[in-house]
């Protein structure tokens, strides 16, 4: 499904110099010694050699033929285009089969009763320009995993539909219980916006793409330009994702035919309340339909309209009902046995299904696996260590071919799993790196080799540019005077969730972004057409990629030393902590102030009395409260880090002790669980990074902590300090394991 | 004409609790002593109790029942409809009469050529709702001080028209050099936008209101709610108004019949280059029918359309041709002779000609004066000053009627005018003044006396609210740390700019604002039933103006001393160097970092090579510069006004000095003028106010040094900081003769 916007932070120090202050001198791999450098750069050469911008256009043309979600007629024919590729590469390829539940629409309609009549469309146009748009394969526009529903009642205009909003409809004095709302798509993961409508009350959600986010605001529509077309509609599944991912019957264990399932009725991610998605075009008559109070100036979008809230009089009539169907979710295994360490297993994946055509979402970053894994089979010798490429299905549902098998493989994948490198759609412009703390150095290694297409500098140095010219102050600050972008964390929105935060397998999301332009995300005009003029034309971007993932997975499969950097990680969590910290300042003295504003009168004085706007609601005062334990745990763990730096700056390792060592410092991630999981959501275990429990694509660190105080559940905060601290605790223990594994000679 | 954004920020300290440090205790009033405070506040409760807001609704229905520009017949009745009312009450009624020019549309038409045709419609629809709109009276759309002119050229988008916006296009490698140029309403007087697009080479100017500023992305437009009709037009001057004010032919001297005048195509301040004003209905099919780059996101307004900024396709033919007449303007002058004092003058004025019916703009200001002038006559015995009401005429044109009075009696005015207040369109909501610092804690005094008709609060207290929960960070800290904040500095835009920029006459201007919504203005829809509605139902804040700007005018023309503060003049002053110098530091900064940028190819890496946008021009580095000489002058400044406050406090006067005090009091403003004026504007002579040269309606303090900065002049610069000590250091000697002329006992 791809998250365009979540992770667009990461680490350009190795493009700015600190090569040698890092320890990694001049052209020293990390993870290698001098001479396996040099070995690993040729290989590296002749890998960038095989990579053909005309490989991933062909390849492209053919998987975004015709549409091919979960279950359809072209989505096998991937599937068995796919197998065919890899096996003529020479991979080991199996088929994973798993039979998940994926709802197809079997009635969609839409009507405005009061105070005028309309039917909205719900049709999006075919181009004349673009002949894959005349397709009737296309799943029309719906929201998967909407129940059934038949609701009339009023409307209510809610902005974004996430909870600030929520709170300031409660200023205006808007209740939106019994109400249908309509929410514009963005902020937050679409899947919140029926949860928190159902919430407050709400019995229906239509959500529309405003082009004030996503059309013509935003630059010219397709086909002139490439942004959304005014009948265009983003599909897309309401799950509730940041619970769990996978299929949804089946939480927790893979969907396998004689898995025990939940009924729908039962499963706790299934909307509560039905949804359906829907045009600028249907939208404008509906909101220029309501009345009540003018909405605030930051919730009226760019239709030629003056936005409201309602109440009504706008009455709608919402009806959808599903095909609650089982379909089989295929994805492609295609393994690469490692020539050295065979149980080591490095994970490269990219899921190959698709709302629509998806020529961008996912096939952009299909087509640069693609590239990789011919150029990486063609390799003498072959990798040290197991190389395993996925291609995931059901991705769009939510995450469930690439969960399916996780969940499957659970205990093997613990054992063996390096690493996983995930893409997804991709474009044009600048390298955007989400991942694992752990994983900071050597990602910004890579980004420093790879050169940009366009400017002839490394892909780290562009952004670097980019962050010098838009960055945000601290950003710019750290690239100043640290020479560090920091790894963005990873929320969810594509298939690295049930590896990093379900496993606890370090993972990292690479893709392009910046220069494409977009509207056509899970709309009917994601087509070749409009990727290759809008996308990534010619397919530079797409071989830079393929030159970013492959040097990843190459360099982890073949690393002596398992590129891990634990102060890395140590210096990031603390950034967490004291932006935590921070909040709470934050939190304690807004919630003073405003209190102060609401009893002294200045909210009273200073608003309109004849408009609606009212005072915010009181809230307790923020507590103190205490993170020792916290920066007790940061502390050891920080000096842990660095007597292991120095350790292996010094020390020597025999084979075993060598073995032994990678298996910590791979496994170290896992410390990061806690099998209890958090709270109301079992099935996210990582204590560093979570998909916000309200927002559901940006990423929460210290989640568990993070999201008590966002909620103002103080009470919570205790027992989340403990348990992040006690997770830091287990890593340092594993720190000081690896530690010892070095022979440092006393003499030294 | 009344600039409805200028003047939100003044001084609340007296709301807040701060009365006793500042010297004047409990009721006492500044200028008074303590009896005296109280038969001051006696004669204010009769004068408050002769306020009713059914005169203000009977004279506004009156003056607002046709459309009465300057030299129109309606004009004509009004003028004698008000010598007639303050005849009844008892003034001494004068008509000044001025022969000025005045050009009326001819012909008006506006074409889209290419790619496609469009006929601009340039009419505005009467609605069925407010009959005054059917009138056939209303002088069309346009642009008074347009030369006629017959242009056909591409088009090109200019945002705002601004400085900025060319630096931007330049950016585009866009040039509109034989082009017209198409920009929105705001950001600057409008007629900054004929003046800038002619100095970059245009050949015509097209203004249009975007719905974005001034429509249905605001809120409902008329007559569902108050904003602007998609057929509005703003009509206004386009003269060069920060050259000077008044008749575009008699700079400098009345406008009198045997004036010698210029040729209206020598005048400097008639505009270069063909203007016309639409609406947005008007204005989308051009807008629409341009390509080219996309325009910034900030550039884009709120039509349902990407918007480009060309040049072309769009080619445009615009003709404008006009009635080159002269007509007479006629100010309506009524005295109330003092009774002690009869040749100190206290000035109260406001303009009575309208683009248009005018209920708004300058009516409602227009009938406060007029409850004033009837409650201030009713009181006994009369004032002790001679108390002066003016009607202004043409100030719509270029504030002509005001600047034609007082350049006709400036040797008079210099010697007797105490001060000017002054009130234009006014609203509904919070006090907004703005003024010369030496007036600060009188009108401070005056807005924590005054009640707020909605709340029962100090209109102060209001404000104080306001700021605490939508100020600037700056202004919020004043408020918390000293309880101050500042008197809003005048730029331009009504009446007071003769008096306070020409002749050094304090001056200041008041009225409300901020919840009476707006798109009336200059339009068709400024009528008695939109203001009624959504201006100022009920009168309630005319009344309170009324009570405002009357205490002001009673307090001045009854005070024993006149209530000048110094220290508050040289505060302000201080905050004015203050601020330039961060000006000048952050000039610097931003040149040397976009300089950094430019040389090591940041923007040549992190701006799309696909598209348009260039990287800026290099400037050259900012200078560091000599304020020593205005430190200098600013420390002697306060160090006097300290002395004199202590000197005052302790002090006696007999009846000889004080007259002699008074004198030097009020004429303190005078030393602030320099006789040499700006450069290339001489007639702008006050070295602490003026409107930008560049923005017009905006103040700029210390102006003579602010834009030499701003414009990077910096060889300027010395000069500018001689003469504005020099200034400060004459008001300084001021300041110390008045300290001589208190007794103070060696005793004390």
């Not at 033929?65 to 979960?70: M, T």
């Not at 719906?142 to 038949?150: E, H, I, L, T």
């Not at 220029?288 to 809230?309: F, K, N, S």
Request: glycine share 10%; aromatic share 10%.
């Amino acid at each position: 499904m791809s998250n365009s916007s979540g992770w667009v932070v990461w680490v350009v120090w190795a493009a700015l110099g600190s090569f040698c202050d890092a320890g990694w001198a001049g052209d020293r791999l990390l993870g290698f010694g001098a001479a396996e450098s040099q070995a690993q750069r040729a290989l590296e050469a002749s890998y960038d050699a095989l990579l053909d911008p005309a490989d991933l256009e062909r390849w492209m043309r053919t998987l975004s033929e015709r549409p091919h979600h979960v279950g359809s007629a072209h989505g096998q024919a991937n599937v068995d285009y796919l197998a065919g590729l890899f096996e003529q590469w020479g991979y080991q390829v199996r088929l994973a089969r798993y039979d998940v539940l994926f709802p197809t629409p079997k009635r969609r309609r839409l009507r405005l009763l009061e105070p005028t009549s309309f039917e909205a469309s719900l049709d999006e146009m075919p181009i004349a320009e673009d002949q894959s748009t005349a397709s009737d394969e296309v799943l029309p526009p719906y929201n998967a995993f909407s129940p059934n529903g038949d609701v009339t009642a009023e409307l209510v205009f809610v902005n974004y539909g996430v909870q600030e909003d929520y709170e300031q409809l409660e200023r205006f004095g808007i209740d939106v219980a019994g109400k249908v709302v309509i929410a514009r798509y963005g902020r937050a993961w679409r899947g919140i916006k029926p949860k928190l409508a159902a919430d407050h009350g709400a019995i229906g959600t239509i959500i529309y793409s405003d082009p004030a986010d996503d059309g013509y605001a935003r630059g010219d529509v397709y086909p002139r330009g490439a942004f959304k077309h005014p009948s265009g509609v983003q599909r897309g599944s309401v799950m509730e994702l940041p619970v769990f991912a996978g299929d949804v019957l089946t939480p927790g264990v893979a969907a396998t035919g004689r898995a025990r399932r939940l009924d729908v009725a039962d499963s706790p991610v299934v909307a509560k309340i039905p949804v359906l998605p829907i045009s600028y075009a249907d939208a404008q008559p509906l909101l220029e339909a309501l009345a009540g109070p003018v909405a605030p100036a930051d919730w009226r979008g760019a239709l030629p309209i003056t936005y409201h809230l309602g109440p009504g009089p706008a009455k709608v009539r919402l009806e959808v009902e599903f095909n609650w169907d089982r379909v089989e979710a295929r994805n492609v295994i295609a393994t690469l046995p490692g020539r050295v360490i065979p149980d080591e297993w490095i994970m490269r994946g990219n899921h190959h299904d698709a709302w629509n055509h998806g020529a961008g979402d996912p096939i952009s970053g299909l087509v640069a696996l693609l590239a990789e894994a011919k150029a990486v089979a063609a390799q003498f010798p072959g990798p040290a260590r197991t190389i395993v490429y996925a291609a995931w299905d059901a991705e769009e549902p939510g995450l469930i071919g690439s969960t399916e098998w996780v969940e499957e493989h659970a205990r093997e994948l613990t054992r063996k799993a390096v690493v996983y490198f995930n893409t997804d759609g991709s474009g044009r412009g600048f390298l955007r790196m989400g991942g694992s703390g752990t994983l900071q150095p050597f990602l910004a290694q890579i980004a420093a080799d790879v050169v940009d297409p366009q400017t002839g500098v490394s892909v780290a140095e562009r952004v670097a540019a980019w962050v010098k010219l838009n960055g945000s102050v601290k950003q710019q600050a750290e690239l100043n005077e640290r020479g560090v972008l920091r790894l963005a964390p990873l929320g969810s929105g594509s298939d690295y969730t049930p590896f990093l935060q379900h496993l606890g397998i370090a993972s990292a999301n690479l893709g392009f972004g910046g220069e494409n332009a977009g509207g056509s995300y899970h709309s009917l005009y994601d087509t070749f057409a409009h990727y290759t003029r809008f996308g990534d034309p010619g397919f530079h971007y797409g071989v830079a990629l393929a030159q970013v993932a492959g040097r990843a997975t190459l360099r982890m499969a073949n690393a002596e030393i398992l590129p891990f950097d634990f102060s890395a990680l140590a210096d990031n969590i603390e950034s967490y902590v004291d932006e935590i910290a921070e909040l709470v300042e934050k939190l304690r003295e807004d919630t003073l102030e405003r209190n102060g504003m609401i009893d002294d009168g200045t909210f009273r004085l200073a608003l309109d009395p004849r408009e609606a706007l009212g005072a915010p609601r009181r809230e307790d005062p923020v507590p103190y409260l205490n993170f020792a334990p916290l920066h007790n745990a940061v502390a050891a763990l920080t000096s842990a880090s660095a007597a292991y730096g120095d350790a292996a700056a010094a020390g020597t390792l025999d084979d075993r002790r060598r073995t032994q060592l990678n298996q910590l410092l791979f496994k170290s991630e896992r410390t990061l669980l806690d099998e209890r999981g958090l709270r109301s959501r079992p099935w996210y275990r990582h204590q560093l990074y979570a998909p916000g429990y309200y927002t559901g694509y940006g990423a929460k660190t210290l989640p568990a902590l993070r999201e008590a105080i966002e909620q103002r559940e103080f009470d919570a905060v205790d027992e989340a300090v403990r348990r992040i601290a006690g997770t830091l605790d287990n890593l340092t223990g594993t720190i000081e394991s690896a530690t010892k594994l070095w022979q440092v000679d006393a003499g030294n």
